[in-house]
């Protein structure tokens, strides 16, 4: 299983919650070389002030758990 596939694993298992709550999230890219996922909020998680929270506090944590060699999870601008 290559990053990609590892990566969109875990935001499978982070998308239920975040739908909960009306919103969404997909993979932007996996930059390699700084071990870090790009990722972009959609729904009523895109804009909330809550957003950098979900992304450091939950999906942040939960791919870090799952794959310890990404080191950061970032909102693409």
Same mark, same amino acid.
């Given at each position: 299983?290559?990053?990609?596939?590892?990566?969109? #694993?875990? *935001?499978? %298992?982070? %998308? $239920?919650?975040?739908? #909960?709550?009306?919103? @969404? *999230?997909?993979?932007?890219?996996?930059?390699?070389?700084?071990?870090?996922?790009?990722?972009?909020?959609? @729904?009523? &998680?895109?804009? &909330?002030?809550?957003?950098?929270?979900?992304?450091?506090?939950?999906?942040?944590?939960?791919? *870090?758990?799952?794959? $310890?060699?990404?080191?950061?999870?970032?909102? #693409?601008?």
């Amino acid at each position: 299983m290559d990053m990609k596939e590892k990566v969109n #694993a875990v *935001i499978e %298992r982070v %998308r $239920p919650a975040l739908e #909960a709550d009306g919103g @969404g *999230i997909e993979l932007v890219d996996i930059l390699e070389d700084e071990m870090a996922v790009v990722v972009n909020l959609t @729904g009523a &998680c895109q804009g &909330c002030p809550m957003s950098t929270m979900t992304i450091k506090g939950y999906v942040e944590q939960t791919i *870090i758990e799952e794959i $310890p060699e990404i080191k950061e999870v970032r909102l #693409a601008n």
